[in-house]
């Protein structure tokens, strides 16, 4: 895709209508970053804690409070070098495919392309059944792991582009 210069995607935790980032993922054509977040947030109330018990156990096996990790504002001046030296021309958006990911790099004024919302890039579709990374408390196939998630999208934007070239 000769558009997209690198591919992004963050889980974590909703609290108080906020989104708490844990991990944060970043893929180009030759490096990837990944990274677990940390950041001061409200005591949660008893139907968030309902909340983040199930994201914990059923989505993505990562804790509200990580064992080991990087302050946020560190994470997002990463993000930032890392968009800087990733962009090249007409390649300046990072891809992603989900809201909570969307947001988070308009927040840091980063050209974002939603491939749910534009090339029907549904976890579905692109999820090639892979173990999460050693950040999430099992490793249940089932788990959403942005580090699966970047690479699953930059395969899938790649056969999109093996596709045109064959029928062109
Ligand atoms: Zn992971």
Do not use: W
């Not at 990562?62 to 997002?76: G, H």
């Not at 490793?139 to 998630?149: A, F, G, T, V, W």
């Not at 999208?153 to 056969?159: H, L, R, S, T, Y």
Request: aromatic share 10%; net charge negative; proline share 3%.
């Amino acid at each position: 895709m000769d558009i997209i210069c690198a591919y992004f995607d963050t889980q974590g935790f909703s609290v108080d209508g906020t989104f708490l980032p844990r991990e944060i993922c970043l893929l180009n054509d030759s490096a990837t970053i990944n990274l677990m977040v940390d950041q001061i947030y409200s005591k949660p109330t008893d139907k968030e804690k309902i909340q983040i018990e199930y994201l914990t156990n059923k989505f993505h096996g990562l804790e509200l409070v990580p064992k080991a990790s990087v302050k946020e504002d560190y994470a997002k001046t990463l993000i930032k070098l890392f968009y800087e030296f990733s962009r090249d021309g007409r390649k300046y958006y990072m891809a992603c495919k989900s809201k909570e990911s969307e947001n988070y790099l308009t927040e840091l004024h980063i050209p974002v392309l939603n491939i749910l919302q534009v090339y029907g890039a549904t976890h579905k579709t692109i999820n090639r059944d892979q173990k999460p990374c050693t950040f999430h408390n099992r490793d249940d196939n089932y788990l959403k792991c942005s580090l699966n998630i970047v690479q699953d999208m930059k395969i899938f934007i790649d056969n999109m582009d093996i596709g045109r070239i064959e029928h062109d």
